[in-house]
């Protein structure tokens, strides 16, 4: 699974979105199945400027089949249906230090 963290980059929305844009074209070459994008929740926890423009540009992507689908950290867990497949798809995600801890600063993208 890639990982892209915005947080670390620091940039403003419009970079963060050419970013994401350009991490999925070279995933879905990669043949991965999924990316995890930190982009942190906002510090009035109410949801950062980047968050929310990237779940509308996602969900633009998903209408368009560029991606099968988009989920918040929220949901990152074992528990979760498609979570689920995304671990059996690659089980190396097991590992990953996000699952179970209901990060809503973090969006899962499924590529396939």
């Given at each position: 699974?890639?990982?892209i963290?915005?947080?670390?980059?620091?940039?403003?929305v419009?970079?963060?979105?050419?970013?994401?844009?350009?991490?999925?074209?070279?995933?879905?070459?990669?043949?991965?199945?999924a990316i995890?994008?930190?982009?942190?929740?906002?510090?009035?926890?109410?949801?950062?400027?980047?968050?929310?423009?990237?779940?509308q540009?996602?969900?633009?992507y998903?209408?368009?089949?560029?991606?099968?689908?988009?989920?918040?950290?929220d949901?990152?867990?074992?528990?979760?249906k498609?979570?689920?497949?995304?671990?059996?798809?690659?089980k190396?995600?097991?590992?990953?230090?996000?699952?179970g801890?209901?990060?809503p600063?973090?969006?899962?993208?499924?590529?396939?």
């Amino acid at each position: 699974m890639k990982f892209i963290d915005l947080k670390k980059e620091n940039c403003p929305v419009d970079y963060a979105l050419v970013l994401v844009e350009m991490e999925i074209e070279s995933a879905i070459k990669e043949g991965e199945v999924a990316i995890k994008v930190l982009h942190g929740y906002g510090s009035h926890g109410r949801g950062g400027a980047i968050l929310v423009a990237l779940r509308q540009m996602l969900s633009t992507y998903k209408k368009q089949k560029r991606i099968v689908d988009y989920f918040g950290g929220d949901r990152w867990n074992i528990f979760d249906k498609e979570t689920l497949e995304i671990l059996n798809k690659d089980k190396t995600i097991y590992n990953d230090e996000d699952m179970g801890k209901a990060n809503p600063g973090i969006t899962i993208i499924v590529l396939k």
